[in-house]
């Protein structure tokens, strides 16, 4: 009853869905692209794909070292990657071209759902992190398609949140084939909403598989030559709408103790480019724009307004501050800027990644900031100790190094289950 309820709301929100669709397109025009495809109108491209989906870039990144795993493998599967934004589509062609297929993952209506799998006919599904819709897992569990939650995390919040609708919560958690969880904390809130504990494995998180490749060193020792390497060089990673003005706001006190101080920022959404760029100016910063092939050696503030480079902007930096998390969004993932040895700041809220940024506090390899002006003495402390912020970098890669290991153990959980499915 719980599902044929939800069935009816999705059904009643969907002209809303469509408006909202419609906005976003005035800003992003990459969701006007392919609609029909989120109604479940797909062409199949090969026999029983390995499907995965990956709700936008940061769950593309982290798939796809299992996806390329999976395509050595099984060379005679197709894999097929869904998301739900455009910016994850155009990772997902820059990571892979035509290697892969790429569809949008089809509303979680079940007329849509049915006609997409009867299209497809996938051999199974990864779902990464947290996407878990009621309609598509209860369609592929009739249809006997395997179903695998992977680098799995929930926090307390969410799984608050599924405990009071938990006739809708509870059946999709009962029906997937395998959970993967990050942390143990994460496997006690799955097997809480009805996962049967036997299919619930603690593997890690994979996105401690960080591997930093030749090329994005040799780009980032490129660009910090350009930078000035001798500055004091910090970045703001992931920021969002209202936290943009406070890291400003610490540059400008951060400036007025190291005048040659320069800021990355990197904000989260792409379509807010432009209007950074305008907070930028307000406060009267010499501004460089990335994607303008600006020089950033006089800029105070370098605009990375491109996708897809962060974790090469990591390697130009001395420190790193995570978005997210001087405002109630949960935060966002440290450990690419942990992989290149970085010290980690980040505001109190970050129950998105709560286990990793314990265990980077823990480890002495980040601290947390209350506001502007913590985060400016933190800054400044660090650029005036240059031993004392090398020390908390090394700690925080170290706690990389120790927790390596779980992509080995998803990809052989999922190649175990995919063999199974191909009998």
Not at 131 to 152: F, S
Not at 294 to 302: F, I, K, L
Request: aromatic content about 8%; hydrophobic content about 45%.
């Amino acid at each position: 009853m719980g599902r044929w309820l939800y069935s009816l709301c999705l059904y009643l929100a969907l002209p809303c869905a469509l408006a909202f669709l419609g906005y976003r397109s005035l800003r992003e025009p990459g969701y006007r692209s392919n609609l029909r495809q989120r109604f479940g109108h797909v062409k199949p491209d090969g026999e029983e794909p390995i499907w995965v989906h990956a709700v936008s870039v940061g769950e593309v990144l982290a798939a796809a070292p299992m996806v390329r795993r999976l395509m050595a493998r099984f060379p005679e599967r197709p894999v097929l990657i869904t998301t739900v934004t455009p910016t994850g589509a155009d990772r997902v062609r820059d990571l892979f071209g035509e290697e892969v297929a790429h569809r949008y993952v089809p509303y979680d209506l079940p007329h849509m759902v049915n006609r997409f799998l009867s299209r497809v006919q996938p051999s199974i599904l990864v779902i990464m992190e947290t996407e878990v819709w009621p309609n598509l897992v209860h369609a592929c569990d009739d249809r006997g398609i395997p179903v695998i939650l992977a680098n799995a995390r929930l926090s307390e919040k969410s799984a608050t949140g599924y405990s009071r609708f938990a006739p809708l919560a509870l059946p999709p958690f009962q029906k997937l084939d395998w959970i993967a969880a990050q942390a143990e904390a994460d496997a006690e809130r799955f097997v809480s909403l009805g996962a049967r504990p036997e299919r619930v494995t603690v593997t890690g998180s994979i996105k401690y598989d960080v591997r930093i490749g030749n090329q994005a060193r040799a780009a980032a020792a490129g660009l910090r030559e350009l930078i000035g390497g001798e500055r004091p060089v910090w970045i703001a990673a992931s920021t969002h709408d209202g936290e943009e003005g406070l890291v400003l706001d610490a540059h400008c006190r951060l400036l007025e103790q190291y005048p040659e101080a320069l800021l990355v920022l990197v904000p989260r959404h792409p379509e807010r480019f432009d209007a950074v760029a305008r907070l930028v100016a307000d406060r009267g910063l010499v501004t460089a724009r990335r994607a303008s092939g600006d020089d950033p050696a006089g800029a105070q503030v370098y605009l990375a307004d491109t996708m897809g480079e962060l974790p090469m902007l990591f390697g130009c930096a001395q420190a790193a501050f995570m978005g997210g998390s001087l405002i109630a969004r949960g935060g966002h993932n440290p450990l690419e800027a942990a992989a290149w040895s970085l010290p980690v700041l980040s505001g109190p809220h970050v129950f998105n990644f709560s286990s990793v940024y314990q265990q980077l506090s823990t480890e002495g390899g980040m601290s947390f900031v209350i506001g502007r002006d913590d985060l400016a003495r933190e800054l400044g402390y660090f650029f005036g100790h240059p031993q004392v912020r090398r020390v908390a970098g090394t700690r925080a890669g170290a706690v990389m190094d120790a927790n390596q290991g779980a992509l080995d153990q998803l990809y052989e959980g999922v190649c175990w289950r995919l063999a199974g499915s191909f009998v």
